[in-house]
């Protein structure tokens, strides 16, 4: 029997070992493995611990570097998270778990990386054929770029290739690039380039990979640019000539006439590859150029004309340039001088039609633009032929339109601290290009815009200037203005001004409330008490004072927000609400008055008792009195006081 006791007594020990075991003390960490964390991410480490009810965390790096990372421990769970993920995270984090005297630990590696964008691909210049050009591929923000391959192909035909294999010296985002310096063909033409960046690293697929195309637009510069001129270069003054250029190039050269200057300056005079000049006079001499130009290069051709003039002199006014207001009236004058008989003629540098009333008499004619309008916008030309001699003289018409005040425009109402646009307007502007806008509130220019775009067309047009701020209460009562100047510089003196004001108004919601019980709060039967409201708001709102009540709120009878309670009683006690309501919103404030019963005090005594008992006091003697010196007036027939005293005597 003792021999199966031992038995049984050791096979329980074992069973015991055994439970323990499996309720042993255990740490875990996850992820299990190293992970790859993408630096500005977020990334979380979990520490849990099994057989312990209360473990305490401690959390380390292996070479005790700061965490850089925030901790948070609830029950068997520890997190660490690192947001955003930085450099200073690339380490071997330990979890340390202790329970009693038990302590259990375990680490994990997290690498970081940087591959947020896809490649860049730049050229150095247009792609021209036969002309060298550097395509470059570039990678920004990369890390670690030793793990780094770019390749760069052309129509799935590899360039280049390159891995970036050089040791790091230190941890920081790098821009890596490739080169590849190749000739265009004709051939090249819609080609794709391909610039591919490979990372290789432990991470999905779709993010160690990234790739841009870029399609290839190839081009020829212009070249054989050739002139042809009829009917000769040499010319009289009224003659005319024609001048027709051609060039060659891919895309096509668009032709360009202008005509030299001195200091080698250039007129542009059109965009047409045939340049017709008619009436020709002296100032007409010289080398004219035509230019065949598309986006790689331009190939020019010169060709030199001379024209003959006559002795005898032309002006015309009022000056070489006049400005025009649209609808107006404009006429010019052109004198001869040198010439008796002279005879007069009038055009447009293009040719256009005059729109106008001409005027001759004696060495003197007249043009005439009534009303002014675009079709009038031209460089004018005076013809005068003296004999077998041509002279001419030329005028610049330049139109504007400026005709009335802007127009400002609020988008809603001004609540202080919302944001509000406004848009000024100046219609019917031209030329649009000289005009300048400002808005100003008060004395202070909240922004300004110059129109300096080209206009393609001759046309009225509208310029706007918007722009958002934030009105506050300080800005009640500004002045918004709105200005607008054309400037016409080479024209007038001063530029035209033109500006509109608005007065700002600033809306706020309802604040500031106040609501109080004079005396007090606490008061008497009998006392009275006034319940007042204000409130500071724009624009004013009224006020409305209610008193609660479980079967509904009585609307208060209030002057200016006060209301009056003469000889509070017990019903009157309650909550009092003051509430104020405007389109920016609202606000309500409470009160509790409280009135008690004057029978509650065992000292008061009415003051109208008091009164009615010294009153009485000494009405009933005196009518005692009376009673009695009454009666003796009966006894005796008649009544005197002097008596009456003598016998009290």
């Known amino acids: 029997m003792p021999g199966k006791m031992v038995v049984i007594s050791g096979a329980s020990h074992l069973l015991w070992m ?29 520490c849990s611990t099994t057989g312990c009810e209360s473990p305490s965390f401690s959390w380390r790096t292996q070479i005790d570097s700061p965490l850089n990372g925030k901790v948070r421990s609830a029950g068997t769970t520890s997190t660490l998270t690192m947001d955003p993920v930085s450099f200073g995270n690339e380490h071997s984090y330990l979890c340390t778990a202790t329970c009693g005297a038990a302590k259990a630990e375990r680490g994990i590696k997290v690498h970081l990386y940087s591959f947020p964008k896809d490649p860049e691909i730049h050229l150095s210049g247009p792609l ?14 990369v890390y670690p770029f030793d793990r780094l391959e770019v390749a760069l192909l052309k129509d799935n035909h590899l360039l280049k290739n390159q891995e970036f294999l050089e040791p790091m010296e230190t941890k920081s985002l790098e821009t890596k690039s490739l080169e590849v310096t190749f000739t265009p063909t004709s051939g090249d033409i819609e080609t794709v380039l391909v610039c591919r960046a490979t990372l290789h690293i432990d991470v999905d697929e779709e993010l160690r990979e990234r790739e841009t195309t870029k399609e290839l637009q190839v081009y020829i510069s212009p070249k054989n640019t050739t002139v042809s001129v009829s009917p000769s270069t040499r010319l009289q003054e009224g003659g ?11 895309p096509a050269p668009q032709i360009f006439w202008s005509k030299k200057l001195e200091h080698g300056a250039l007129q542009p005079l059109s965009g047409n590859a045939t340049l017709t000049l008619i009436a020709m006079r002296k100032e007409d001499s010289g080398i004219y150029v035509c230019a065949g130009v598309n986006l790689v290069g331009q190939d020019m051709k010169e060709v030199e004309l001379l024209v003959q003039e006559k002795p005898f002199t032309v002006e015309i006014s009022p000056g070489p340039q006049v400005a025009a207001e649209l609808g107006d009236s404009v006429m010019l004058t052109c004198g001869v001088r040198g010439c008796e008989s002279p005879s007069f003629s009038w055009r447009t540098q293009i040719d256009s039609p005059l729109s106008g009333k001409v005027r001759s008499a004696g060495t003197t004619s007249t043009l005439t633009l009534s009303p002014v309008s675009f079709e009038n916008e031209h460089y004018y030309l005076c013809t005068v032929t003296c004999g077998r001699k041509k002279l001419e003289k030329g005028i610049k018409v330049d139109l504007y339109s400026f005709p009335r005040d802007p127009e400002m425009e609020v988008s809603g109402t001004l609540v202080s601290g919302s944001p509000v646009t406004v848009r000024c307007q100046v219609p019917d502007v031209y030329p649009l290009d000289r005009l300048e806008m400002q808005l100003l509130k008060g004395e202070s220019i909240m922004k300004n815009k110059n129109f300096l775009e080209d206009v393609d067309k001759k046309s009225l047009e509208t310029g706007s200037l918007e722009m958002t701020f934030i009105p506050t209460t300080e800005d009640s009562g500004k ?4 200005q607008a100047q054309l400037h016409i510089d080479e024209l007038e003196s001063e ?19 106040q609501l109080t019980a004079s005396p007090s709060e606490n008061v008497k039967e009998g006392d009275t008490v006034i319940i007042s409201c204000t409130c500071g708001n724009f624009p004013k709102t009224w006020i409305i004072l209610k008193k609660k009540a479980e079967t509904g709120d009585t609307v208060l009878k209030s002057i200016d927000g006060a209301y009056t309670i003469h000889k509070a009683q017990l019903e009157d006690a309650g909550v009092y609400e003051c509430e104020s309501k405007n389109e920016l919103g609202s606000l309500s404030r409470r009160i509790t008055l409280d009135v008690k019963g004057r029978e509650s005090d065992k000292d008061y005594f009415s003051p109208g008792l008091l009164v009615l008992y010294c009153v009485s006091s000494l009405i009933i003697p005196a009518i005692g009195m009376i009673i009695y010196f009454a009666r003796k007036a009966n006894m005796k027939g008649s009544y005197s006081l002097v008596e009456a005293q003598k016998s009290k005597v």
């Open 240 to 250: 005319s000539v024609t001048m027709t250029c051609a060039s060659e190039g891919l």
């Open 128 to 141: 021209e054929v036969g002309q060298q050009v550097t395509a470059t591929c570039l990678v920004p923000d």
């Open 479 to 482: 002045v918004l203005v709105c």
């Open 18 to 46: 055994v439970f323990a075991a499996s309720q042993a003390f255990k740490i875990e960490i996850l992820p299990e493995s190293p992970i790859m964390a993408q630096i500005g991410a977020s990334v979380s480490l979990t």
């Open 495 to 513: 530029p035209k001004q033109r500006q509109s004001t608005q007065t700002l108004h600033v809306d706020i919601a309802p604040k500031d409330m």
